[in-house]
């Protein structure tokens, strides 16, 4: 073989034919070796909807019978296995070659099909509509696994179940089914006002969440809480969810594929692990292996836009972080000095010796001041047995942190003020975050649902996403007391909010302010919120310097300003790379007098309104880009392999 000639590539996938997926889980074998190559070659399933990367490797006693000449033929069997969308899907399978090149050796189509969930509603009625406020009853079946929580949507209403009712019948009509016997359901209460065909919501045993319809449709005019006024069978207006293709440009091809383990403090629906997923889905694109383990909530992992990379409890990364290769990691990228991040981290290097890289993207020690509610100077006076008891898991530890710092081998920040907290002459990059670009982008104001939310046309909408903690507690009474001080004195605001709140932070303000405040709660899919950012006309980040702000980057930043509105924010952190007037509406300080004022400047200034929105696309489309940012941690990975 000269250096310019690539070898060639055997192999065959032994799924039987057509390929089916049920359930959208996806398990396909075969094998794959490259000629005169020592190892079998990583293998991947590659289709726009997404990447799966190999599973695992299998042996093989019948590929040497029938290449004997091959080295790695009684090791060349793999397993591909993961989740893809239903659709029928144009599949590549791609192997690996030395150069770290990727190269087609099969190429099938793929049938990926929806859950087979079934359910019916035959109490009082079996099909057509039900008008009456009654109690409804049916039956709900997954061939796989029972039900054990049961919803009925319709329109915008839901009924909660009891399910695991006796239906004889139905284990009659699916003898091979064990829990057909009990897959019956009964409504808690009677029907509530509400219009539209049903639903049937159920949460199973093993996890997944299914949806099927029925032939039945609810049209309950009128309940305690409702009138009859209230016309429930109106045309529905929607919002345009709006979605982009991945850019078009390819990453950065790895030249030495790597191995990268990302550990994180929580679950996969925190900020962190958008930050994460969005750089692994990059540097799977680009030729590396990549997994993330959570802490906690696997199941999260649905939560996400078709994640490229493998999903891990922190357990199951202790076992075997399961990399195609059989490998272990060659990057452990610990995402914060969390306790329970750093004790995972350490076990790993140890086994591993892999070159280890903590992430800062807070000021750690002043977050367990806030949560603890005790003074940094005290919590540095502490033994370790009483820090071991206040800080808790998903915490820094005020000593351990540092050492964890000392120990690694770089480090990477999501600002350069971070930068106090690194140790001397330790490798250091910034990564700058960015939005999802396939769901935020400019979108204009959708005025029919704005309207049918029943708002004055004068009315200023603001919108927040995010939850409300210890840390940011005082600055998100700020924002309120602004909305209420502008109600006040005759400038209308509306305030829509998601996202929990888990400190109480509005004390008296909570009832005055209330009637200025839509509150949605938690939306689990991030993609989901970009439609609804589309409502606001001003975005407003409250705050001010400190040793919080000073030294994060809010993640929802981003996104405002890629949405293409006028941002309003406090001069730290992001501010003060900003210029005011231009990319935005920069306040020394952001608390409820400042962002009243620039509210109601913004209201009566149009042309100062219009060059902050545009100003606000041109800062996004300048410098918020997860596959440039990816690239820079992939040229950083690699001065320190190298």
């Known amino acids: 073989m000269t250096a310019t000639t690539a070898p060639a590539l055997h192999g065959e996938i032994e799924t039987p034919r057509p390929l089916r997926a049920a359930g959208g889980r996806v398990l396909l074998t075969g094998w794959c070796l490259a000629s005169g190559i020592d190892a079998a070659p990583p293998v991947r399933l590659v289709t726009d909807a997404g990447t799966l990367p190999m599973s695992s490797r299998r042996a093989r006693s019948d590929v040497p019978q029938l290449l004997p000449n091959e080295p790695a033929a009684a090791q060349c069997g793999f397993t591909l296995e993961g989740s893809l969308p239903a659709d029928v899907h144009l599949a590549r399978f791609e192997a690996q070659l030395p150069d770290g090149t990727w190269?087609?050796?099969?190429q099938l189509t793929i049938a990926v099909e929806t859950t087979p969930f079934g359910a019916v509603i035959d109490e009082p009625i079996s099909e057509g509509t039900l008008c009456d406020r009654v109690k409804v009853g049916g039956w709900a079946l997954d061939p796989a696994s029972?039900?054990?929580?049961l919803t009925l949507r319709y329109g915008h209403r839901q009924i909660a179940c009891v399910p695991g009712q006796l239906r004889a019948d139905v284990a009659t009509a699916f003898p091979a089914i064990a829990h057909a016997s009990r897959c019956g359901f009964?409504?808690?209460?009677?029907?509530?006002?509400?219009?539209?065909?049903?639903?049937?919501?159920?949460?199973?045993a093993d996890g997944r969440t299914v949806v099927a319809p029925t032939k039945v449709t609810f049209s309950v005019v009128q309940d305690e809480n409702h009138e009859p006024e209230l016309n429930l069978t109106a045309t529905r207006i929607g919002l345009e969810a709006g979605r982009r293709a991945r850019p078009a440009n390819p990453p950065a091809p790895a030249t030495r594929p790597l191995n990268i383990l990302f550990i994180l403090p929580g679950s996969f629906a925190?900020?962190?692990?958008?930050?994460?997923?969005?750089?692994?889905?990059?540097?799977?694109?680009a030729g590396h292996a990549c997994a993330v383990a959570v802490a906690h909530d696997p199941d999260t992992l649905a939560h996400l836009d078709q994640p490229a990379f493998r999903g891990l409890t922190h357990a199951m990364a202790e076992d075997d972080p399961g990399f195609p290769?059989?490998?272990?990691?060659?990057?452990?990228?610990?995402?914060?000095?969390?306790?329970?991040?750093?004790v995972l981290a350490e076990k790993l290097r140890s086994r591993y010796r892999s070159r280890f890289i903590v992430h800062l993207e807070d000021n750690e020690q002043q977050i367990l001041s806030l949560t603890t509610g005790r003074p940094l100077a005290e919590l540095a006076q502490q033994p370790d047995n009483v820090l071991d008891h206040l800080v808790p898991a998903d915490l820094s530890h005020p000593r351990r942190s540092r050492d964890f710092l000392v120990r690694c081998d770089a480090v990477t920040l999501i600002m350069d003020q971070l930068r106090e907290f690194v140790p001397a002459d330790k490798p250091c990059v910034t990564l700058m975050p960015a939005a999802d670009a396939r769901s935020y982008f400019p979108?204009?104001?959708?005025?029919?649902?704005?309207?049918?939310?029943?708002?004055?046309?004068?009315?200023?909408?603001?919108?927040?996403?995010?939850?409300?903690?210890?840390?940011?507690?005082?600055?998100?009474?700020?924002?309120?007391?602004?909305?209420?001080?502008?109600?006040?004195?005759?400038?209308p605001v509306t305030l829509i909010r998601t996202g929990l709140d888990r400190v109480n932070f509005l004390g008296a303000l909570a009832d005055e302010v209330a009637p200025f405040v839509l509150s949605l709660g938690l939306v689990q899919h991030h993609r989901h919120l970009a439609p609804l950012l589309a409502l606001a006309d001003i975005f407003v980040q409250p705050g001010r310097a400190d040793a919080f702000n000073d030294y994060r980057f809010p993640s929802k930043?981003?996104?405002?300003?890629?949405?293409?509105r006028p941002v309003i924010l406090p001069r730290t952190n992001l501010g003060t790379a900003l210029r005011h007037g231009v990319d935005a509406y920069v306040l020394e300080n952001a608390d409820a007098t400042g962002i009243a004022t620039a509210i109601r400047e913004l209201r009566r200034d149009r042309a100062l309104y219009d060059r902050l929105s545009t100003g606000a696309v041109i800062y996004a489309q300048?410098?918020?880009?997860?596959?440039?940012?990816?690239?820079?941690?992939?040229?950083?990975?690699?001065?320190?392999?190298?």
Do not use: C
């Open 443 to 491: 979108r204009p104001v959708p005025a029919a649902f704005r309207a049918a939310l029943q708002l004055a046309p004068d009315t200023t909408v603001l919108f927040y996403h995010g939850n409300v903690h210890a840390s940011n507690a005082a600055e998100m009474h700020e924002l309120y007391a602004a909305v209420l001080e502008l109600n006040r004195t005759g400038h």
């Open 103 to 106: 190269q087609v050796f099969k």
């Open 270 to 285: 925190s900020n962190s692990a958008l930050h994460v997923a969005a750089l692994a889905d990059e540097l799977v694109a």
């Open 186 to 204: 009964v409504s808690e209460d009677f029907l509530v006002a509400g219009h539209g065909p049903v639903r049937v919501r159920a949460r199973l």
């Open 325 to 342: 290769d059989q490998r272990g990691p060659d990057i452990i990228h610990a995402w914060t000095t969390r306790e329970n991040v750093r």
């Open 146 to 149: 029972p039900v054990k929580e």
């Open 622 to 642: 300048e410098h918020f880009n997860w596959r440039r940012t990816a690239n820079s941690l992939a040229a950083f990975y690699r001065t320190l392999i190298d």
């Open 557 to 564: 930043l981003p996104e405002f300003f890629a949405i293409g």
